[in-house]
C-alpha cells in the first residue's frame, strides 16, 4: 500500500528509522511505504463506517482520510496543528488530523465533514454557514465547520467569548471571522432544544 503525501509533509511524515521506508519520487508528489506485509492493518469507525487500513502505525489520520479513504474534505493547511483546517471529530471532540496518528484512533469514532450533516447540530452549522455567507476561499470552512459544530456540542448558547476561544485555533486567510461568529450564533438559536 502506497501513502501519497506531498513533498512538503516528509520532514516530519517520515519516522524515524526510516531505513524500513522506501521514498519514491513521483513528480512533485512522494510515495511513502513501509516493507511488504510489514505493515499492520489498522480499523477506523470513520462516519459510522468500519474501514480498514494498512498503513504505518505512525501515518497522520488526515492522510490515511484523503489519500486512502478518499474522503478529500478536510484539508492539509500546515501539517503542524496549528491552523485547524484539519479539524475532524474523535469521540464527538475536534482535534488536528494532521498530527494524530492512525494508531490511537482504533475503537474510537471519527467524523469528517462529509459525516457531520447525519446529525441535526451539523446540518444546523451548515445551513447557517450558507446563510450567513461565511465561505470567501472556502478552504478552511471544513475545518471552521468541525470545530464550530465541536463547540455548540458542549455549549447551547455561546457567548462571543466562547465562540472567539473556541475558534481561535482556526485560521481563515480571507478573513471572515464576524461571519462565522454570526453562523455559529445562528446555528445555536435554531437548534435550542433539538439537539440529540
Known amino acids: 500500500m502506497h501513502l ?5 509533509i516528509l520532514p516530519w511524515a517520515v519516522p524515524i528509522g526510516t531505513e524500513s521506508y522506501e521514498i519514491v519520487e513521483i513528480h512533485d508528489r512522494v510515495s511513502l511505504t ?22 504505518s502505525p505512525d501515518v497522520p489520520l488526515l492522510w490515511a482520510l484523503r489519500d486512502v479513504a478518499h474522503l478529500t474534505g478536510t484539508k492539509f493547511g500546515c501539517g503542524m496543528a496549528l491552523c485547524g483546517a484539519c479539524t475532524v471529530h474523535v469521540d464527538d ?5 494532521c498530527v494524530l496518528p ?16 447525519d446529525s441535526t447540530l451539523g446540518r ?3 445551513t447557517a454557514w450558507l446563510s450567513n455567507e461565511v465561505v470567501q476561499c472556502g478552504y ?12 455548540l456540542k458542549t455549549v ?19 478573513g471572515t471571522y464576524s461571519r462565522i461568529r454570526d453562523a455559529i450564533k445562528e446555528a445555536a438559536s435554531s437548534t435550542q432544544g433539538k439537539v440529540e
Do not use: Y
Request: net charge negative; with cysteine.
Open 34 to 55: 513501509t516493507g511488504e506485509g510489514a505493515e499492520p492493518v489498522f480499523v477506523l469507525n470513520i462516519n459510522g463506517v468500519d474501514q480498514s487500513f494498512d498503513l
Open 102 to 117: 492512525i494508531s490511537g484512533l482504533v475503537g474510537k469514532k471519527i467524523t469528517t465533514i462529509e459525516g457531520v450533516a
Open 156 to 174: 447551547d448558547s455561546p457567548s462571543d467569548a466562547d465562540i472567539d476561544n473556541a475558534m481561535s485555533g482556526n485560521i481563515c486567510r480571507c
Open 124 to 126: 444546523a452549522v451548515q
Open 140 to 151: 478552511c470552512q471544513s475545518g471552521q465547520i468541525m470545530s464550530a459544530v465541536a463547540l
Open 93 to 97: 471532540v475536534g482535534v488536528r488530523s
Open 4 to 8: 501519497l503525501m506531498e513533498t512538503i
